[in-house]
Structures are given as C-alpha cells and as structure tokens.
C-alpha cells in the first residue's frame, strides 16, 4: 500500500514538474522573442533551452521507469543554473565591454541600470563621501538613473570595479558570489539539510530568480544575507545574526519586513537578556556606523535617494511599475498615491499585530513570514515590479529547506525518559 502512494506521489510531483518548467519555458521564450531590453532577451535565449529541457526530463521520467543518475529530478535544476543562469551571465557581461551603459535604448543594455547605479555609488563614495548624487545641484532636469535608492552599505558591490575597473569587477558577479556564499553558509550552519526539489524550484529555477541573476543580482545579495540572518537566528548566534541585520537595513531599505520578522524571531524564542542586549546594541550600533558618516556629509541627498524617490515623493517619480494594487492605486493621481500609502502602513500594522500574536517560533517559520510580509509590502507599495515577488518566492524555498533541517534535528528527551536515564 505505501509503495502505491509513494508512486502516487512521485507521479503527482513530476507532472507539477512539467507543468513548472513548461511555464518557465513559455516565459523564456517570450521574453527571448518580444522584451524590450537587450539583456534580456540574451536570457531568455539561453533559458529556454533549459526549461524546455527541464520539461520534456520530466515526461521522461514520467513515462518509463529505470534508474541511474540521468533519472534525477536535480539533473534539470542543474542545467537551469549553468545554462539558463552563468551562461548569460559571462555572456552579457563581455558583452558589456562594447560599452552600453547610461545609454537610452535598453535594447542595448548588457546589464540593467542597477548595476551601474550600483557600481558609481561606490565611485562617488570613495571621490565625495557619499554614494548619492545631489539632485537639486544638478545643471539639467533630474533623471530616474541619477537616483540610487539603497542605502549606504550596498556601495559595497560596485567596489570592486570603483578600485580596479575591468570586466572581472562586474558587481553582478560580487552579487552572485555574496548570494552563493551566503546560501552555502546557511545550509552549513543548518546541518546541510538536503533542500527538496521544489525549494529549488522555487528558489532556483523561477525565472524572477535566472533573470536576475544574469541581468541585475543585487536583490539575490540581499536575500542571501536575509537567509543567512535566519540561520543564525536559528542558532542562536544572535551578535552575527543582528551585523547581518543591520547590513541588509543599510543596503535596502525595502527589505525592513524580513529584518522585522527576524528580530521577533531571536526576542521571542528564550533569548536571555544579556543575550538581547548585545544583539540590540550590535543591530542599532552597526545600522549607525554604515549610515550616520553619510547622512552627515549630505543629509539631504539621503532623504531624497532612499526614502523620498522610492515611496514617490522625490523631485521625481520612480518609473517602476506593475500590476500590483499599491501601484494601480497610487497611480490615480495624488489622492491614489495617498491612499497607496495609507494602504501600506496599515498592512505593515496588521503583520506586525500577527507578529505580536503568532511570533515565529522555528527558523523555517521565520523564513515563511518574512516570505509573507515582503510578499504584502511588495503587493501594497506604490512603486513595485514584479521582479521583486522573487523575494517571498526564494524565502518560501528556504523555508522548505528550513524545516528538513529541523525534522532532522534530534529531538530533547522527555523528563520521564531522563528520570529513568539517572536511574539505571
């Protein structure tokens, strides 16, 4: 009987593995076909192939039976990464050598405006002291890549090619070995739990997750490190946890709900005060140092890059768009904006209520609501794309992985069982 169900199971999952990959596939292809931008397209030539693949793999194993290595349902998932993710990557970034930033056509863009954004933050960094153009010093009207809307901490992507230039120092590249090396330590320190095929596919093989890593990355950056935050907050390592925290807070400010969402996590799970105290003063007194010095150099350039344009109140708009509610309401004029954002602090209320009343209590259960909680901020901000939902799609993949680690974890024996222990 248990043999039925678990061939009843594995039929079930394969054909939700066609019908995954056969609409990663449809997506690739028409945006191989019809996207506006350069980058873009490169990608979703390359993906395709590996979704196509990763389709017809699994009709495959549906339809015969055998076994070997080839029969791995990880076979598809490794063929997305190499092909549908590193190989537009080194693509796109020689490609970027012809020279095509700052350039108005974005079909001749070999990486998004983020990277470059990114990338000159740092160089003003290191020539003014801070990351931020001054916008209202500019000679000509202000325009949306004159902005970086992230906070101080992130110019340390684009460090590299500030200091040595050249097509190796390429930030997409310092935010996949971040995003990497963050994952791997997260798992190292979970136990190397053995992630299901599906966390992979929601963390891996979405294409919110390949396109962004072969054309932007700096999202994938920040979610490493919020993954890694959970694992440390999981063992209760919570001095790194809160250097963690306060490095995402000062690179995007955006990702506020995850941090949120963690820090209830470390309160409510035993912590003893000492252990609190280090873990506030680390978090409070390391967002200080990153941001203060450049606060202090030019607090109104600040304001107006990471908190005026991204909630629409700069001297500008921000172009981002979507068919997310916070956007369709904010953009029916000054009124829609106003409601937009009242929207907003209200479901920022209402998670932080549940909080308050369900804390998460495991580390697989963080993960899940800071899926949830950026989930909703990302559905009620005014200015969002749908690029950004690879934030709650990725942590729902971790939280998949989260909880194998906890199932493995061994269990602490019941008194009764230690009482009878001390007796023999």
């Known amino acids: 009987m248990g043999t ?25 292809i028409v945006t191989a076909l019809w996207s506006e931008f350069y980058g873009y397209r490169i990608w979703g030539n390359f993906a395709s192939f590996a979704y196509v693949f990763g389709a017809l793999h699994a009709v495959w194993l549906l339809t ?28 796109l970034i020689f490609r970027r050598l012809t020279g095509s930033d700052w350039v108005i056509k974005p079909f001749q863009w070999s990486a998004q405006p983020e990277v470059w954004v990114i990338e000159r933050s740092a160089s003003l960094l290191f020539d003014t002291g801070t990351p931020y153009v001054d916008i209202a010093a500019l000679p000509r009207p202000p325009e949306v890549n004159d902005y970086t809307p992230y906070g101080p901490a992130m110019t340390i992507f684009g460090m590299p090619r500030a200091l040595l230039g050249g097509a190796i120092t390429d930030a997409r590249i310092v935010f996949a070995l971040t995003a990497i090396a963050t994952v791997l330590l997260s798992l190292k320190l979970l136990g190397w739990p053995k992630p299901p095929v599906r966390a992979a596919h929601l963390a891996l093989v979405s294409p919110l997750t390949a396109l962004t890593f072969a054309v932007a990355g700096p999202d994938l950056a920040i979610i490493g490190l919020i993954i890694l935050a959970g694992a440390l ?22 990702a506020l709900p995850a941090v949120v969402v963690i820090v209830f996590h470390v309160v409510t799970t035993r912590a003893g005060r000492a ?11 390391v967002t200080a140092l990153l941001n203060i010095p450049v606060l202090i150099v030019h607090p109104g350039a600040f304001i107006e ?33 106003a409601v937009a954002l009242v929207l907003l602090g209200l479901t920022a209320l209402a998670l932080t209520v549940w909080l308050f009343v369900r804390p998460p209590a495991t580390g697989s259960d963080t993960m899940l609501k800071a899926a949830i909680g950026l989930g909703a901020a990302i559905l009620m901000v005014p200015a969002s794309r749908y690029g950004y939902l690879v934030y709650p799609l990725v942590l729902w993949g971790a939280a998949m992985t ?10 602490p024996a019941e008194p009764q069982d230690l009482s009878v222990s001390q007796a023999r």
């Open 233 to 254: 907050a999981a063992r209760r390592k919570v001095v790194w946890c809160a250097l963690v925290l306060a490095l995402v807070v000062s690179m995007k400010l955006s």
């Open 305 to 337: 890059h990471v908190i005026k344009f991204p909630s629409g109140t700069g001297l500008i708009t921000s172009p981002a768009a979507s068919p997310l509610p916070g956007h369709l309401i904010s953009s029916a004029g000054q009124v829609g904006h």
């Open 64 to 91: 015969t039976t055998g076994t070997g290595w080839l029969r791995s349902r990880w076979i598809p998932v490794g063929l997305v990464g190499g092909v549908g993710m590193l190989a537009p990557l080194l693509v």
């Open 402 to 411: 989260f909880a194998v680690a906890e199932r493995a974890a061994p269990r």
């Open 4 to 28: 039925v169900f678990a061939v009843g199971d594995r039929r079930r999952a394969l054909g939700l593995d066609i019908a995954i990959y056969a609409a990663c596939a449809v997506f690739a």
């Open 275 to 285: 252990s609190l105290l280090r873990f506030a003063t680390a978090v409070i007194g």
